[in-house]
C-alpha cells in the first residue's frame, strides 16, 4: 500500500516485491482537510475484508508526519477489519553511503531498533 502511483515505480526496481500495489491517493492531513474518506481506504479495506486470499498488507508510507499517521491509522483500521492479516510496515533507517556522523536521532533510533544479524 503506497500513497502515491510514483511510489510503486521505487519499489519495482528494487525487485524484493511480488505482490499488488494498492494506492490511497494522499496520506491523511485533517490540517489540510484530507479526513480518511478522501483517500482509497474503504476501497482497501474492501478488498481485505472480500476473502481475496491477503495474508500481509505491507504500509509503505512516506516517513513524514501525515505519512506516519496514515500509517498507524490504517493499521488499527487493518487489524479490526481483519485480525489475522499481516500488517508490516517498511523498515527504515540509514541510506547506503551516508555517513553516521549526518543522521539524525530519529533514523538513527529506527535502524538501531531494526539492526539484523549478519
Given at each position: 500500500?503506497?500513497?502515491?502511483?510514483?511510489?510503486?515505480?521505487?519499489?519495482?526496481?528494487s525487485?524484493?516485491?511480488?505482490?499488488?500495489?494498492?494506492?490511497?491517493?494522499?496520506?491523511?492531513?485533517?490540517?489540510?482537510?484530507?479526513?480518511?474518506?478522501?483517500?482509497?481506504?474503504?476501497?482497501?479495506?474492501?478488498?481485505v475484508?472480500?476473502?481475496?486470499?491477503?495474508?500481509?498488507?505491507?504500509?509503505?508510507?512516506?516517513?513524514?508526519?501525515?505519512?506516519?499517521?496514515?500509517?498507524?491509522?490504517?493499521?488499527?483500521?487493518?487489524?479490526?477489519r481483519?485480525?489475522?492479516?499481516?500488517?508490516?510496515?517498511?523498515?527504515?533507517?540509514?541510506?547506503?553511503?551516508?555517513?553516521?556522523?549526518?543522521?539524525?536521532?530519529?533514523?538513527?533510533?529506527?535502524?538501531?531498533?531494526?539492526?539484523?544479524?549478519?
Amino acid at each position: 500500500m503506497v500513497e502515491q502511483p510514483s511510489d510503486v515505480i521505487p519499489i519495482e526496481r528494487s525487485g524484493e516485491f511480488h505482490g499488488r500495489y494498492h494506492v490511497l491517493g494522499g496520506a491523511l492531513s485533517p490540517i489540510d482537510g484530507v479526513d480518511p474518506e478522501h483517500l482509497h481506504i474503504g476501497e482497501l479495506l474492501g478488498r481485505v475484508s472480500n476473502g481475496a486470499g491477503i495474508s500481509e498488507v505491507v504500509i509503505a508510507t512516506n516517513a513524514t508526519t501525515t505519512g506516519e499517521a496514515t500509517a498507524l491509522y490504517l493499521a488499527d483500521a487493518l487489524r479490526e477489519r481483519a485480525p489475522e492479516l499481516a500488517v508490516t510496515r517498511l523498515a527504515s533507517g540509514l541510506p547506503v553511503g551516508s555517513d553516521l556522523e549526518y543522521a539524525d536521532e530519529i533514523t538513527l533510533g529506527r535502524a538501531l531498533r531494526g539492526r539484523q544479524a549478519l
